[in-house]
């Protein structure tokens, strides 16, 4: 299998985010703006409004909306903790951008007076996103694992993957996967998967003897490993992950992992197939262990 060359989490939400630009410019190129007509005597500071769309522009409007909620998630969760300016300076443009598509509130975020001053401020909306990456702090490693628990049933060597990743990464072992690992050694149906769990936990516990692995310990070469302990809570994450599931709480973990390292690229290990959809809904990469 050929080693995958890493992508910056963040570089790839910023491609993301190219491509609903481009075909948010395509949708605006294709709408029109009207003048209101109000009587005189009517105050107001919305002087324009949007003409409607046709069944072939309101199918594009949806489409690129459900893209940029979709991003929205993501990107929030890059900043867990933003201070009240980068809130707003984000909130703002996100909120332009989906006003304009949607284009239910009109008197929240009215149209400008043309279809290219409305490029011109879609444009610098998206600006102030990608900037946003100048905020990032920057990453030790290049290249995060996480490891699902059948992966480490059938191997709890996490030094396998260098042929694909390279000689340097981090290995992530997430707590729904820890808590699989001793349910299975204590409960396992059957005495071989009992063994496999037993196995794992065995050679996991054995890296506390090179390092502290709350912070990292060598496993082999320069390949570190990290027992993390933080749970996901459902504020922030996609709405279908249903964290009482155990492959949609190891997408959850991933995705809050990922957000705390967006210099990174993270990669996921499993042979599941389910779990590699639900991954590659989320955009995370994945690989499988060699055969």
């Known amino acids: 299998m050929p080693r995958l060359q890493p992508v910056p989490y963040v570089d790839q939400l910023m491609a993301e985010l190219e491509e609903i630009r481009a075909a948010f410019v395509d949708v605006l190129e294709r709408s029109q703006i009207k003048e209101r007509n109000l009587p005189e005597f009517v105050s107001t500071t919305v002087h324009y409004t949007w003409a409607p769309s ?114 340097r990464y981090m290995a992530h072992v997430l707590p729904v996967v820890l808590r699989e690992l001793d349910e299975l050694k204590r409960a396992g149906r059957i005495d071989s998967l009992r063994e496999a769990a037993r196995k794992a936990d065995r050679r996991l516990k054995g890296l506390r003897d090179n390092g502290d692995v709350s912070v990292g310990a060598k496993v082999e070469g320069d390949v570190w490993a990290v027992f993390e302990h933080i749970e996901p809570r459902a504020d922030g994450l996609p709405s279908w992950l249903e964290l009482d599931v155990p492959d949609d709480r190891f997408i959850a973990s991933t995705l809050l992992l990922q957000s705390r390292h967006p210099g990174s690229m993270l990669v996921a290990a499993t042979s599941d197939l389910n779990l590699q959809t639900k991954l590659a809904a989320v955009r995370v990469p994945f690989i499988e262990p060699a055969s």
Do not use: C, Y
């Open 54 to 167: 046709d069944d072939a522009l309101q199918a594009d409007r949806m489409a690129v909306l459900g893209k940029l909620r979709d991003f929205r998630t993501r990107f929030e969760l890059l900043f867990p903790r933003p201070t009240a300016e980068a809130l707003q300076r984000h909130g703002a443009a996100l909120d332009l951008l989906e006003h304009w598509l949607d284009r239910g509130r009109v008197k929240v975020t009215p149209p400008p007076s043309s279809i290219q001053v409305a490029i011109e401020k879609a444009n610098g909306a998206v600006g102030v996103l990608a900037a946003a990456k100048s905020l990032l702090p920057a990453e030790q490693f290049a290249t995060r694992l996480v490891l699902d628990t059948n992966v480490l049933l059938d191997d709890p060597d996490l030094a396998q993957f260098t042929a694909q990743l390279g000689s």
